[in-house]
């Protein structure tokens, strides 16, 4: 992926966190390349797709998920439980969201969320569509964002 | 989701299996919701968006992803490595392809795969939004088959 094409979620992190959390974010170095080891037990998953394909994954500790989830849903969350869940798929649909706005050139829409959890999980992405690695510390606690995105043409001479 | 969404997901593997990897596959019953723990450590997850808005994880084990990728990549995989990852992840990509290229109706296009593994993982819908699950005995063993999928209509209402 083009690292152009990452600042429309750079920004959107910024901005969710902003926006809906109430909490200041701030980013890390850029790496390319697969991670394997997600450093936290929770991924929220989204895809996007039009004229490009896209994969987003936001990488949470459990003390994250539920401080997030606490502001989302304005009640204190302190279990990891379905409403804790659904946040952090919403987060992730936010984000994406928010990037998709700025990727107008690609008509992008954002399928349904899905969210991994359990410890030493890894989500890969195929090898030769090596996402961008973020890291975040916010207000909340760390979190660790990765992007995979293909263009169109990309995708298709692949 | 409208049980009428699930059939060309069916169709899709069903088909897959026997044009890409030589196997017949048989379907079991299907079931609403979220089962939680998938029963297999390796799920390979991809997004559909358009007019609808979709999530498609296939849950296999290793043996089964071994033996498929060595039918995709005509040499024997005896360990999962980035090759076995990859082909589930292509794997989930002709899924949705398939079953994209049935629902015609919703201009539907594919996100990136990614492909997550971890004894004991969760993959896990939005309560709003619950799966549709169906087992699927194969020639290569058995594998597990999610489909979330939400048309515009419903998704703008939620």
Redesign the interface.
């Given at each position: 992926m083009k690292v152009e094409h990452i600042n429309p979620f750079l920004k959107a992190v910024a901005s969710t966190f902003s926006t809906m959390l109430g909490a200041k974010s701030k980013r890390g170095e850029l790496s390319l390349g697969d991670p394997r080891k997600r450093k936290f037990p929770i991924?929220g998953?989204?895809?996007?797709?039009?004229e490009a394909?896209?994969?987003v994954?936001i990488n949470l500790s459990e003390e994250v998920a539920m401080k997030a989830a606490s502001k989302l849903l304005m009640e204190e969350q302190t279990k990891i439980n379905?409403d804790v869940?659904?946040a952090v798929?919403?987060l992730a649909n936010m984000i994406a969201g928010q990037a998709k706005a700025e990727l107008t050139e690609y008509n992008?829409?954002?399928?349904?969320?899905?969210?991994?959890?359990?410890?030493?999980?890894?989500?890969?992405?195929?090898?030769?569509?090596p996402p961008l690695c973020v890291p975040f510390e916010t207000d909340l606690g760390p979190l660790f964002l990765e992007v995979?995105?293909?263009t169109a043409e990309v995708a298709a001479g692949a």
């Open positions: 991924s998953i989204i895809g996007l797709s039009g394909s896209g994969m994954v379905d869940i659904d798929g919403e992008l829409s954002i399928s349904l969320p899905s969210v991994v959890t359990g410890e030493g999980h890894e989500v890969r992405f195929p090898s030769n569509n995979g995105f293909e």
